[in-house]
C-alpha cells in the first residue's frame, strides 16, 4: 500500500429498497449515511483497535453536492479520502460513484470525542506513528 493509500477507503454500496423514495430515485438523506458510513469504515481499518475504541466520531459539517441520481440495482462505491486532520478535527471527500460518473461529492468536517468523557479528544500529532503501520 503507497503512502497515501492510508488516508483512503473505498467500498460498495448496496441500495435497500428503503433508500428509494417517492420519486423512484436513492432519497438524498441516504448519501450522508453512506458518507458516513465509510468515513467510519476508514477509521475502523486504520486505527487500533484500542484507539478505534476510545476516540468516536461526530459530524460537525457536511457540504454535500448532488450530481446524477442513483436508482435500484446500480453498482455504486463510496471512495473516502481523509484531506486534513488537526488535533480533534479532520477533513473528509467523499464520492459516491457509478462506475466513473461521480453522482455525489461530500466535503465533512468530523471531531473526535473520547468514548467516555465525550469531550474533544485529539489525535496523534502524527498519527502515522500511533495508527497501524502496517496499513501506511
Not at 483512503?8 to 432519497?27: A, K, L, S, W
Not at 441520481?69 to 488535533?87: H, I, K, N, P, S
Request: proline share 4%; charged share 30%; hydrophobic share 40%.
Amino acid at each position: 500500500m503507497s503512502n497515501s493509500d492510508w488516508r483512503r477507503e473505498q467500498r460498495p454500496i448496496v441500495i435497500e429498497d428503503t433508500d428509494i423514495d417517492h420519486m423512484g430515485h436513492v432519497n438524498n438523506a441516504v448519501y450522508l449515511r453512506w458518507v458516513q458510513e465509510t468515513v467510519i469504515a476508514h477509521w475502523a481499518r486504520i486505527a487500533p483497535p484500542k484507539e478505534f475504541a476510545r476516540h468516536l466520531w461526530i459530524a460537525l459539517k457536511h457540504e454535500i453536492t448532488y450530481r446524477r441520481a442513483a436508482f435500484a440495482g446500480d453498482r455504486l462505491t463510496a471512495v473516502a479520502e481523509l484531506e486534513d486532520f488537526r488535533g480533534a478535527r479532520s477533513t473528509y471527500r467523499t464520492q459516491v460513484r457509478r462506475g466513473d460518473e461521480c453522482l455525489a461529492e461530500a466535503f465533512s468536517h468530523w471531531c473526535s470525542i473520547d468514548a467516555v468523557t465525550h469531550r474533544p479528544l485529539r489525535l496523534a500529532r502524527n498519527p502515522r506513528g500511533r495508527l497501524n503501520t502496517q496499513l501506511l
